[in-house]
């Protein structure tokens, strides 16, 4: 507790209070348990909320992350939490018991987005996803102890699955760890053949760099801005893909380094570049300024790329330290960052609100707030949106396919989404396991079969039924080919 008492110093002692009662109840509920590198259960826990802690996120995630397994893996029932931590915290430890209880299959690579989506719908909270992204960083760290088999899915899971959620949220640092980590385990050849590449240039690079990088001081010293250096290695599945992309060997990828130029105002970064626009050679047609037009996930600096005196190539980024934080650590920063600036008084008040029931923190508002009081260029703001469209639901096959569908769609729509000839021969649904009628609504999550009979054909009444345009068009379509049978019935009759 103590060490991450020390990682958790942005919140105030009644917050932190919260926190190490969730620390000593989860040490207790899980005091039994031992994890497959021997290590007690807890480890785990604390390495989850230290993740977390990272991204200076508010309290009721920490003390979530540090109760993230309990309902799942101990006696500890959902009335006595509530009792304990309140509403907030559980919704957000069931969120994350929810999602584990989705078994990911193999064919995860092909329908990775509707996954991405499907989580999105059935969770509503993103902190809920931010935690189990900290969760999936730990198990992949100390993935070794598993089986192959083991270590191959998750690995999976990780790279087609959280590591794209954790660049769409803009955490890039947990993006490219997790990225490496599942490269070395999915395709351990090519891992090694880059990471030993990789060692051997790194040498020379890091001198040529160091020049670089004295020599900026240099010539930035006598402006008097504030700015401080960092060296930036690309990750190397980062390089891999570029290799991929642009068919090249790893010889001919030149941004295997970059620095970043760090400063603390707007002005200050052109007020940086016009100098080393002056001082240095830049490669022609390489500046790109996402200050003014930002990335399309509000991703910000100014990018440039220098040749050294020795031709050396080095990928420049300029940016002040708010872009920074927002870089590595995505929507997560903007939020801690916004409340540092606002001061204390305003932090004092936000303090008091988020402990009330009807304050509670609704993260994704606020994202969305930000967005748009920062920039004009919606993209982002649509894209997310579309993708916490809670007017879609997302069905599973018996084979675990996911069917997007309308909200307040049937069992029939359904059937009809699956495949043209299902629907047509539509007998009945279970959804679930159980028997379930043919205008039955479907919800995110369910899990449907349909029953087909090769006689039956479809008729006017199913109309009532299908809401997707797709069901109803066919069926209609069905209809003026060959009629209606119950109307020819009733003919005749
Ligand atoms: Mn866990």
Redesign the pocket.
């Given at each position: 507790m103590e060490n991450l008492e020390k990682q958790l110093f942005y919140l105030n002692k009644d917050d932190l209070e919260i926190v190490k009662k969730a620390y000593f109840y989860a040490s207790c509920a899980h005091s039994y348990q031992i994890r497959a590198s021997g290590e007690p259960y807890l480890t785990?826990?604390v390495s989850?909320a230290l993740n977390l802690a990272e991204l200076k996120i508010d309290r009721s995630t920490i003390a979530a992350a540090l109760l993230?397994?309990i309902l799942e893996d101990t006696l500890v029932t959902e009335h006595e939490l509530i009792k304990e931590f309140g509403e907030e915290i559980v919704s957000l430890v069931k969120g994350?018991t929810k999602i584990?209880k989705y078994q990911f299959d193999d064919n995860i690579t092909a329908q990775a987005e509707n996954w991405r989506k499907m989580l999105l719908a059935v969770v509503k909270d993103i902190r809920v996803i931010i935690i189990k992204l900290a969760?999936r960083l730990?198990?992949m760290r100390t993935l070794k102890y598993l089986s192959p088999d083991k270590q191959k899915s998750i690995a999976g899971e990780s790279l087609t699955l959280y590591a794209p959620f954790a660049h769409r949220l803009g955490i890039y640092k947990w993006k490219s760890e997790l990225e490496d980590l599942a490269f070395e385990i999915l395709y351990a050849a090519q891992y090694n053949q880059i990471k030993t590449q990789w060692e051997k240039r790194a040498e020379s690079n890091i001198q040529n760099l160091t020049a670089v990088e004295n020599l900026l001081k240099e010539k930035l010293a006598p402006s008097g801005i504030a700015f401080r250096i960092t060296a930036r290695p690309k990750n190397l599945y980062g390089i891999y893909k570029k290799m991929e992309r642009q068919k090249k060997p790893f010889s001919a990828i030149e941004d295997l380094f970059g620095l970043r130029v760090i400063t603390d105002t707007v002005e200050h970064c052109y007020a940086i570049l016009s100098i080393v626009n002056v001082e240095f050679k830049l490669l022609e047609g390489s500046f790109t300024d996402y200050i003014n037009v930002p990335k399309k996930n509000m991703y910000q600096s100014l990018h440039l790329t220098i040749i050294s005196e020795d031709n050396v190539i080095v990928e420049t980024q300029i940016r002040t330290e708010e872009m920074h934080q927002r870089a590595e650590y995505g929507v997560a920063a903007h939020w801690r960052y916004k409340r540092k600036v606002e001061g204390d008084a305003q932090g004092a008040k936000e303090d008091a609100k988020n402990s009330t029931a009807e304050g509670r923190l609704d993260w994704l508002k606020q994202f969305l707030e930000w967005q748009r009081e920062t920039t004009d260029s919606n993209e982002f703001l649509d894209s997310l949106k579309t993708e916490c469209n809670f007017e879609q639901i997302f069905v599973f096959t018996p084979q675990k396919k996911v069917i997007k569908l309308p909200l307040g769609a049937t069992t029939l729509d359904f059937a009809y989404a699956v495949h043209s000839d299902i629907g047509d021969t539509f007998m009945g649904a279970k959804v679930n396991g159980k028997m379930a009628t043919i205008d039955a609504k479907l919800r995110t999550g369910d899990i449907c079969e349909i029953l087909v009979r090769k006689n039956i054909k479809p008729s006017v009444h199913w109309l009532e039924f299908a809401i997707t345009p797709q069901a109803r068009s066919r069926i209609r379509k069905y209809l003026r080919e060959h009629g209606d049978n119950t109307t020819k019935t009733k003919i005749k009759n």
């Open positions: 785990h826990l989850v993230h397994d994350v584990n969760d730990h198990n």
